[in-house]
């Protein structure tokens, strides 16, 4: 059982409609505590980027939510986002964290390798991500993550760690029970039937139970 509660790490959807999508946000903010945004919107120029960080970053962090830009050091260090989250084949981890200095979140994806979490952890990163735990619709993951990842990493390391990959409320319990710090969700709560709000609610209510 993890020791603290588990906490939501929301990821935008890979494609959207800027003004509709700032409403959804707005609307999963009021469902419940949320603790990371991250814009990510691969292949999208400089000016998209600029533009979603203006529609959606104030509002993020006026929820008391972290707003996350992802691979872009620097755009997230240019507008002010409180931190970047970087992949294997992304900007190095050394050079973000030069880039968004000491003061702001600098996260790295480690796929499902205990190794490469451990460099990143000992370099400075404030979180390692695993992933994909799930089939997932969102980006072509390449690697499967195992459960077990997660639970020796939360018996033997402090840096938090977030899982990632086709999380939905129907599977997310076994991660965080495993000792996930975060869980990164996309589709689960965009797509959800009961809206995006019902969705951030019943994830906070998973968190709770795995405390009870």
């Known amino acids: 059982m993890p020791s603290s509660p588990c906490q939501l790490y929301l990821v935008t959807p890979p494609t959207f409609d800027l003004r509709a999508f700032a ?24 000016e998209a980027v600029r533009a979603a960080a203006g529609a959606l970053m104030q509002m993020t962090q006026d929820s008391g939510a972290a707003f996350i830009l992802n691979d872009r050091p620097d755009l997230a260090a240019e507008l002010g ?22 003061n702001r979140i ?28 799930y089939p997932t619709a969102t980006k072509d993951a390449q690697i499967r993550a195992d459960i077990e990842t997660l639970e020796v990493w939360a018996e033997t390391m402090e840096t938090s ?11 997310a319990e076994p991660l965080i029970r495993a000792g996930a710090d975060f ?14 709000a019902e969705a951030v609610k019943r994830f906070n209510d998973l968190f709770a139970a795995a405390q009870a």
């Open 81 to 102: 986002a409180d931190g970047v989250h970087v992949g294997q084949q992304d900007t190095p981890y050394a050079e973000a964290r030069a880039i968004m200095g000491d």
């Open 23 to 46: 409403r959804d946000l707005e609307t999963a903010l009021s469902g419940g505590p949320v603790a990371a945004v991250q814009l990510r919107v691969k292949d999208a120029s400089d």
């Open 161 to 171: 760690s977030v899982a990632i990959g086709g999380v939905t409320l129907d599977n």
């Open 183 to 196: 869980i990164a969700v996309s589709a689960g709560v965009w797509r959800y039937p009961g809206g995006p």
């Open 106 to 133: 600098v996260g790295v994806t480690c796929h499902n390798s205990r190794h490469l979490a451990m460099e990143a952890a000992e370099a400075g990163a404030d979180y390692v991500a695993f992933g994909a735990f």
